[in-house]
């Protein structure tokens, strides 16, 4: 997958995004053939337990993308820039985000945020660094706006399409379009000719994007109303762990054949 690939897939082949934050997730969504790989800065409440993505840093992140370029040598991946990584000063966004290529190996980086990221974007794209934009509902500004779902009217669904617009020009590659309305979402995506790729954001964008724990069932206690579950991992480690339990109480792990006995 290249950033000319995702271009030219608008209209014509839905993209699949999934978000991974280790090297055995990675390896199996590499081999899956998943077109792109997130790191996203959800892994702080997925992965660290944080109650919200705010308190994720640069470090921790280049960790994470790290890890799953280990286990995805081929895939495109893209890195979350976390809160406060940017929009404090053009150079300080710039320079966070070539740190995610050049020291986690990522191929790209994505922001959050609307027409106010034009001139940061431009920045990135002119020395190399290709950007997907964040429009929607933003984690990162949950204390300002809440999880709320955007593009309920007229108007929210205008300054959407102006916003994707300004990011388009600015030379944003895709958008990622979060928890809209799904009249909403098909409007921007209808507006633009870069891909959007949606999460919660109803059929019409020209992609999809799952948080990989989300999809997989890994927390019965997450229940969110865009996710599919496509496994029950949490059912299917709980009870190989209590097998594992019953048998080491029992005697019978480790059994005759993991046992090396002396000749
Ligand atoms: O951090 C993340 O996982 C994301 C997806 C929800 C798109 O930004």
Redesign the pocket.
């Known amino acids: 997958m290249t950033v000319s690939k995702i271009l030219a897939s608008k209209n014509k082949e839905k993209i699949v995004m999934l978000?991974v934050y280790d090297f055995l997730t990675a390896k199996i969504l590499e081999s899956a053939g998943v077109d792109i790989l997130?790191v996203?800065?959800?892994l702080g409440t997925v992965v660290m337990g944080y109650s919200s993505?705010l308190p994720v840093t640069m470090d921790e992140v280049i960790h994470h993308v790290r890890a799953v370029r280990s286990g995805a040598p081929k895939s495109f991946i893209v890195a979350?820039m976390p809160f406060l990584s940017y929009g404090t000063s053009e150079e300080e966004g710039v320079f966070n985000a070539g740190k995610l290529i050049k020291e986690g190996g990522a191929n790209a980086v994505?922001l959050e945020g609307g027409a106010e990221r034009g001139g940061l974007i431009d920045a990135m794209t002119s020395i190399g660094i290709p950007v997907m934009g964040?429009l929607g509902l933003l984690?990162q500004s949950v204390n300002r706006y809440g999880y709320r779902i955007a593009g309920k009217t007229v108007e929210e669904t205008d300054k959407l399409i102006q916003d994707a617009q300004t990011l388009e020009k600015a030379g944003a590659f895709a958008i990622?379009i979060?928890g809209t309305t799904e009249e909403a979402a098909k409007a921007v995506s209808g507006a633009i000719s870069i891909p959007t790729i949606g999460?919660g954001a109803g059929r019409f964008t020209d992609g999809q994007?799952l948080?990989i724990t989300d999809m997989l069932g890994m927390d019965p206690d997450n229940e969110l109303k865009h996710n599919k579950k496509y496994a029950d991992i949490h059912g299917a480690v709980l009870s190989a762990v209590q097998s594992y339990i019953g048998d080491v109480k029992s005697g019978k792990f480790p059994g005759e054949e993991q046992i090396t006995h002396s000749s």
């Open positions: 978000t997130l996203g800065d959800s993505t979350d994505k964040h984690p990622v979060e999460i994007v948080v």
